[in-house]
């Protein structure tokens, strides 16, 4: 791991040495076939273990699929529809949030919101939910602007409406507390925040959300009338890489992290905002990404901190900036010395 002016995590986070030992590790227990067993099978348990505790949920409630793309696609296809049910999302929420919805058929309508002004996400939610809302889905923290979502005050709403809540957890878990006490699905991809890499995320689904579902991408894994998403073999490797790196997200601790990924996210806001920059997402309401709408010519400004040997991202028109536990003030006193000349 060399972090050293790397505010891209919201891209690809950095993953640790010990996840590649690990996957490592993995291949040469499947280098045994079936005798490897005895070796796999505790790290697929330690993973369980360790996103149930994370993510406050029980053992059985966690489950591992691909992407957040496979999870999300195939929630959608195992709610069981009535003519005239809706699906709730922001306009400008990620792909992946709203698309899976938009081929079910005509009997579900996908009703797409615009935020409210000053960035109002929770509060167009909110509004928007109505009678025929069967399905709320967003992103806990927006990949384009970094505003983050209080999925509490969702949750209770959706739960009174009857509606299933559906998060995407990428922009947010591994840095932010995550409570999925009033949440259907939470999934989060494993490359980003997580530290693990591609081709694996952790897929919460509460009982009481799950019991609900009528699988439609069947196989071995998920025999009717199981509730179970998860259709074939894990990604063996994927799991491997998700228990390394939340180990080593543990030994530096979950609280710490999360403590630091927000100071540094209020010193940006704070300090380019000051420059006459302008982000996005009001302080109260910011993840750990600060997306900055008051730069001239965004593919620019990224090509010119590049030059400089940092790493951001342009998103959704915005210059996008993403630390981690393991950026530095060293980094954020670079960043800060490059921006004053956009």
């Given at each position: 791991m060399e972090?050293?002016g ?9 993953v ?7 996957v490592?590790d993995?291949?040469?227990?499947m280098?045994?076939?079936?005798r490897g067993s005895?070796?796999w099978r505790p790290?697929?348990e330690?993973?369980h273990?360790?996103?149930a505790?994370?993510f406050?949920v029980a053992e059985?409630e966690?489950?591992?699929?691909a992407?957040?793309?496979?999870a ?11 003519p005239?049910?809706e699906?709730?999302?922001?306009h400008d ?6 698309l ?11 009703v797409?919101?615009?935020a409210?002004?000053?960035?109002d ?5 909110l ?6 809302t ?5 992103s806990h923290v927006?990949?384009?602007?970094g505003?983050?979502?209080d999925?509490d ?14 998060v ?6 591994g840095?932010v507390?995550?409570?999925l006490?009033?949440v ?6 494993g490359y980003?925040?997580l530290?693990?890499?591609?081709g694996?995320?952790?897929v ?7 019991d609900t579902?009528r699988?439609s ?5 998920n025999p009717?009338?199981?509730p ?5 073999h894990?990604n ?6 998700l228990?390394?790196a939340?180990a080593h997200r543990r030994?530096?601790g ?5 403590t630091r990924?927000?100071?540094l996210a209020?010193?940006?806001h ?6 006459g920059?302008?982000?996005?997402a009001r302080?109260e309401?910011?993840?750990g990404?600060v997306?900055l709408?008051?730069?001239?010519d965004v593919?620019?400004a990224?090509?010119?901190l590049?030059?400089?040997g940092l790493s951001?991202?342009a998103?959704?028109?915005y210059l996008?900036i993403s630390?981690h536990?393991?950026?530095t003030?060293?980094?954020i006193?670079?960043l800060?010395?490059?921006l004053?000349?956009?």
């Amino acid at each position: 791991m060399e972090p050293a002016g790397y505010l891209d995590t919201a891209s690809i986070g950095l993953v640790p040495d010990g996840v590649r030992r690990a996957v490592d590790d993995c291949y040469t227990a499947m280098a045994q076939g079936t005798r490897g067993s005895r070796l796999w099978r505790p790290v697929v348990e330690r993973a369980h273990q360790a996103y149930a505790a994370e993510f406050g949920v029980a053992e059985d409630e966690i489950g591992f699929m691909a992407s957040t793309g496979e999870a999300i696609n195939a929630i959608a296809r195992a709610v069981p529809w009535k003519p005239g049910d809706e699906v709730l999302v922001l306009h400008d929420d990620f792909p992946t949030v709203i698309l899976p919805w938009k081929e079910l058929g005509g009997e579900v309508r996908v009703v797409e919101i615009e935020a409210l002004p000053g960035e109002d996400r929770l509060g167009a939610l909110l509004a928007g939910i109505g009678p025929h809302t069967r399905v709320v889905a967003v992103s806990h923290v927006s990949s384009f602007t970094g505003t983050l979502v209080d999925l509490d005050v969702l949750g209770r709403a959706c739960s009174a409406a009857g509606a299933l809540l559906v998060v995407d957890g990428a922009q947010a878990a591994g840095a932010v507390p995550v409570d999925l006490d009033h949440v259907g699905f939470y999934i989060a991809t494993g490359y980003k925040w997580l530290l693990a890499g591609f081709g694996i995320a952790v897929v919460a689904g509460r009982r009481t959300a799950l019991d609900t579902l009528r699988p439609s991408l069947l196989g071995h894994g998920n025999p009717p009338p199981s509730p179970r998403l998860t259709y074939g073999h894990l990604n063996l490797p994927g799991v491997y890489a998700l228990e390394a790196a939340a180990a080593h997200r543990r030994s530096i601790g979950l609280p710490e992290i999360h403590t630091r990924v927000a100071a540094l996210a209020r010193r940006i806001h704070q300090e380019t905002a000051a420059l006459g920059l302008a982000p996005v997402a009001r302080p109260e309401r910011m993840g750990g990404i600060v997306s900055l709408s008051g730069v001239r010519d965004v593919p620019e400004a990224v090509a010119h901190l590049a030059k400089g040997g940092l790493s951001v991202a342009a998103r959704g028109g915005y210059l996008r900036i993403s630390p981690h536990f393991y950026t530095t003030d060293t980094d954020i006193d670079h960043l800060f010395a490059e921006l004053k000349y956009l």
